[in-house]
Every structure is written in C-alpha cells, then in structure tokens.
C-alpha cells in the first residue's frame, strides 16, 4: 500500500484556471506538509497542518489555499493560475509532535508536476 | 529562516568508489537529515542525526554532525550506479517549526 498518495500525477492547465492537487497518507501521521520544487530542484516549504490545524504558512500567495478535512488528508487548491506556478508540488507527512518540538523524518508523496501554459 | 547548503552541487564518480557530500548550516538545530530523491520521484528518509548526536551509520551510509562548524556530512562507500540521484539536507533550527530544505548534491555514479 502506497503510505503517502497524491492525485494527479501530472496536471497541464492554462493561466488563470483554479485546479486542486490531492493528498492522502495512512500512515496514522499527524503532521502534513505541501512542498514546493522549482526547476533547479530548490525544495520550499508551503504549508504544514498538525491535526487539521495550520501550524506553518510560509510566504505563498493567497490563490493558494490548504484544506485538511481530517488529518488523513491536506489537500491544496489553487486559484487564477499563472506560469511561475509551473512545478512539482509534493505533499509529506511525518509523525511530530510539534508542542514537544521533535521532529521525526517526513514520508514524501510522488509528486504532481503543475505545468501552466 | 534557516536553510541547509549542500556541497558540491555536483559529483560524478565510479562505481565502488566512495560519495562524499557536506551540508552547511546558519543557525542551532534541533535535527539535521538526510534524504535521497531519484529522478521523478519523491524524496526518500535516509537518516536523521539530532543535534547531540555526532555520528550515525545506516548501511553503507554514513553521517557526521558537527554543531561547533554548523555542519554535516554524508558519505557513501562503495558507491553503486543505483546511487545515483540528488541528495538533499534539511534542518530545522531551535524555536522554529519550519524545516527547510537545501539544494541539494547531484551524484552521478558511473558503472
């Protein structure tokens, strides 16, 4: 069984449509992650919720918006589209304990690679 | 906020040989951990080294932390051409939840 799944694979869109990536882990984690990898391979955090809770908001523009319906799931919107959005998102999960401050390793899902044109 | 360097950016070498790459860190950490990511894929957990830790072996894997120079190093002996892949080093710093990422090291290894 696949522990971190993201749905699409790939996803080709125009500029300023709204698409949504989706991510599942069973793995009973109660930490989950959005990355986000650029071309030249720089991976940067986005978002992180600890039991549906928003707990990291990095410095992301607000078309795009996090949606934990349990902590299972995080799953991430995107609205009005642009090119610099082109890349490959990857949601993790891990099983810290944010309050203890210990932070374990983090289970990273395939990846959706975003291509807008 | 507190970002690992890895160095080289890249490394190509044969088969058996042994990988050297080093990570470069600002400020104190909590943990540091390597992780390796095959072309297209998603990144795989290779160790976690917390920051009272100086050495940890998994394997053919081997990870040195020195907090006095704010930093850390992974070498693989005996490399193998399935080896080959990027190698990243993420941190995250005391008081800050945020892990972050390097760019990684691209290893090449030549059958």
């Known amino acids: 069984d696949t522990a971190v799944s993201q749905t699409p694979k790939y996803l080709v869109t125009q500029m300023g449509n709204d698409k949504s990536i989706k991510c599942e882990q069973n793995?009973?984690?109660?930490?989950m992650y959005w990355y986000k990898q650029d071309s030249k391979k720089f991976l940067k955090i986005m978002f992180s919720?600890?039991?549906?809770?928003?707990?990291i908001n990095e410095t992301v523009p607000n078309r795009f918006s996090p949606k934990s319906p349990d902590k299972a799931h995080l799953n991430l919107h995107i609205n009005s589209l642009e090119l610099g959005d082109s890349a490959v998102y990857f949601c993790?999960?891990?099983?810290?304990?944010?309050?203890?401050?210990?932070?374990?390793?983090?289970?990273f899902g395939p990846g959706t690679r975003l291509t807008v044109l | 906020s507190q970002q690992g360097e890895e160095d080289p950016q890249a490394l190509s070498i044969q088969e058996g040989e042994n990988a050297t790459m080093n990570c470069s860190y600002k400020?104190?950490?909590?943990?540091l951990q390597w992780y390796r990511q095959n072309s297209g894929r998603g990144l795989v957990h290779l160790i976690l080294?917390?920051?009272?830790?100086r050495e940890k072996h998994s394997g053919r894997l081997r990870v040195t932390l020195d907090t006095s120079k704010k930093s850390s190093s992974l070498l693989i002996t005996a490399s193998r051409a399935a080896d080959t892949a990027s190698y990243f080093c993420?941190?995250?710093?005391?008081?800050?939840?945020?892990?972050?990422f390097g760019r990684g090291t691209s290893l090449i290894v030549h059958p």
């Open positions: 993420a941190t995250d710093a005391w008081g800050s939840y945020i892990p972050t």
């Open positions: 793995l009973g984690h109660d930490t």
């Open positions: 993790a999960s891990s099983q810290d304990n944010i309050y203890r401050r210990t932070y374990n390793e983090q289970f």
């Open positions: 400020t104190s950490i909590n943990n």
């Open positions: 080294i917390r920051s009272n830790e």
């Open positions: 919720y600890n039991n549906k809770e928003l707990i």
